[in-house]
């Protein structure tokens, strides 16, 4: 008999937003307008339900077609270079999800919201 399961997307966002913060040269993760609506909106459940969810703002999960795709807004530290840290998250959270969920990312978005200067 095989059991069949299925792992939500909020939980997947929580395990990748886990991912995206532990890169080096992310500050913060950053929610962006549309991020904000799904932040609400998922508050807005979990205290219908009596649940806490992960912090996941900044990220957003889609799976259509059998295809999982990861999308990430964050600010990124002034002394690294924006390119390098945003391809770094999206190998830390391609392998971390998989780690954790035994998912296959298919593909993950970085947008870079803003780049924090140095404190002087």
Do not use: C, H, N
């Amino acid at each position: 008999m095989s059991v069949d399961y299925v792992i939500a997307d909020p939980v997947i966002a929580g395990v990748a937003a886990r991912a995206a913060i532990a890169t080096p040269g992310v500050v913060r993760l950053e929610p962006g307008l549309r991020g904000l609506v799904t932040a609400w909106t998922r508050a807005a459940r979990g205290r219908w339900k009596g649940l806490d969810p992960a912090p996941s703002d900044g990220v957003r999960v889609r799976t259509a077609d059998g295809r999982l795709t990861v999308e990430i807004d964050l600010v990124t530290a002034g002394a690294d270079q924006a390119a390098a840290v945003g391809r770094a998250v999206q190998r830390s959270v391609t392998r971390f999800v998989a780690e954790q969920t035994g998912l296959a990312v298919d593909e993950v978005w970085v947008s870079i919201l803003d780049i924090e200067p140095e404190a002087r």
